[in-house]
Nanobody, 122 residues
Framework: QVQVVESGGGLAQVGGSKRLSCAAS????????MGWFRQAPGKEREFVAATIWSGTFTLYADSVKGRFTISRDNAKNAVYLQMNSLRPEDTAVYYC???????????????WGQGTQVTVSS
């Protein structure tokens, strides 16, 4: 079995920062690409960021480029999302996912976590 578990969500202020963590266990191993997605109420799940296994190639949504940074620690089977300069529109449930190949599409990911809520308020 594969498990992907997110943590680090919560309340943040506009302009503030928050760091999300994702731990993968089971059959997921370090060669998997890892991605972050988010879903706001009434909206479809959208791509946020992704990284290949080595961390040397990353993808970002235009809406978060320059503000969010994805990184990973393969020794810990963990991936992180550092979120800076947060905006109210960043409020969403954030999901971590694993895939054999890096992708911007939800359909490209095989394993998903349960999500962690991030709320940005003034």
């Amino acid at each position: 079995q594969v498990q992907v578990v997110e943590s680090g969500g919560g309340l943040a202020q506009v302009g503030g920062s928050k760091r999300l963590s994702c731990a993968a266990s089971g059959s997921v191993h370090s060669t998997y690409a890892m991605g972050w997605f988010r879903q706001a109420p009434g909206k479809e799940r959208e791509f946020v960021a992704a990284t290949i296994w080595s961390g040397t190639f990353t993808l970002y949504a235009d809406s978060v480029k320059g503000r969010f940074t994805i990184s990973r620690d393969n020794a810990k089977n963990a991936v992180y999302l550092q979120m800076n300069s947060l905006r109210p529109e960043d409020t969403a449930v954030y999901y971590c996912a694993a895939a054999l190949k890096i992708s911007r599409s939800t359909s490209g990911y095989d394993y998903w976590g349960q999500g962690t809520q991030v709320t940005v308020s003034s």
